[in-house]
């Protein structure tokens, strides 16, 4: 996910939107994963008629991302079949035939090691698939090196709705709307294909939209009123909103996904009161997650999301209002 950097006002809340910049998330450390218990491994086809959004959410950060390249099939495969996470996280970019692809940043410079240069949308699916977007990873991080991540791939969002199915869920990230035109409805083109934009998928949010333009997400409500939607937040943006900024959100959106830092008692139980779900980003580290729980979060994102599990589930943490 990325940070916005413009402040919602009451005052201008109709008229303005959010804009986003690029930001990098915390990074955290560990030694390994953490066995999920039991009852967190991955929900089955009969739990999937109950909204997962009405639960405490663990949301694996572009899929395993600690543990594994992000954004390639290795992230995502660990978080859903070996870390039990609720929701795997897609970032979007448009590639310059039209493909949305999962990567966040804006250019192909960091996830290929510097081999390759420039912005995502100069290049074709074709030539982005010849990218290797593991070996990065092995580099970065020794403890966690496998050979068989050299010569990752970057995974198009047909190709991740086709892996996964329709019993996963997807919480997607539309990146820098403005700088791909169209975007939204490629977006629900491809869900709608992959039969993820049924009533009873939105209702039971197997698939969660959020952004930091405040303009895309209006637009993804006027073109499907049902998609669950959650507004994103820079970091000391949330405290700054009026209680009409909250009001004005809440009259698109489901719920806020603010820095982690902002998430506190306070502020969560003020977004409850707005009737808003809160899902912070990205909290890697034992005291951000224990301090989230402790302020009765609907959910996080963590790059180790099996340590998000371990410890809501060992809070018994109930986050209903």
């Not at 959010?18 to 039991?38: F, H, I, M, R, Y």
């Not at 603010?258 to 899902?279: C, F, I, K, N």
Request: charged share 20%.
């Amino acid at each position: 996910m990325k940070l916005g950097k413009t402040l919602l006002t009451s005052a201008i809340l109709s008229t303005t939107i959010l804009a986003g910049v690029q930001s990098a998330s915390a990074s955290g450390g560990g030694t390994g994963p953490v066995s999920p218990d039991n009852s967190s491994t991955a929900h089955t086809n009969q739990e999937q008629n109950k909204n997962v959004l009405d639960r405490n959410v663990a949301i694996a950060h572009r899929g395993a991302s600690g543990y594994a390249p992000e954004h390639t099939f290795f992230a995502y495969d660990k978080a859903k079949n070996e870390l039990g996470a609720d929701y795997i996280e897609l970032d979007l970019q448009m590639t310059k035939d039209g493909n949305l692809i999962a990567m966040h940043d804006e250019t192909v410079d960091r996830t290929t090691g510097g081999k390759y240069h420039g912005p995502v949308k100069n290049y074709t699916t074709a030539q982005l698939k010849k990218m290797d977007v593991g070996s990065w990873f092995n580099q970065k991080n020794p403890q966690y090196a496998n050979p068989k991540y050299a010569g990752a791939k970057i995974p198009t969002l047909d190709e991740i709705l086709q892996r996964y199915g329709t019993n996963t869920n997807y919480y997607i990230e539309t990146k820098s709307p403005n700088v791909y035109p169209g975007m939204e409805e490629k977006l629900l083109n491809t869900l709608s294909k992959h039969g993820m934009t049924t009533p009873d998928k939105l209702r039971n949010g197997q698939v969660v939209i959020q952004s930091f333009s405040q303009e895309s997400l209006l637009k993804m409500k006027k073109l499907n009123p049902n998609m669950p939607l959650i507004q994103l937040t820079d970091a000391l943006q949330l405290p700054q909103y009026s209680d009409a900024d909250l009001n004005y959100i809440a009259s698109y959106a489901r719920g806020v996904g603010p820095e982690y830092h902002d998430a506190t008692p306070a502020q969560v139980e003020r977004l409850h009161q707005h009737g808003l779900l809160v899902h912070p980003y990205t909290a890697n580290t034992q005291l951000a997650m224990k301090n989230l729980i402790n302020a009765n979060v609907d959910g996080a994102f963590s790059n180790y999301i099996d340590r998000y599990i371990q410890l809501r589930n060992q809070s018994q943490n109930k986050t209903a209002y």
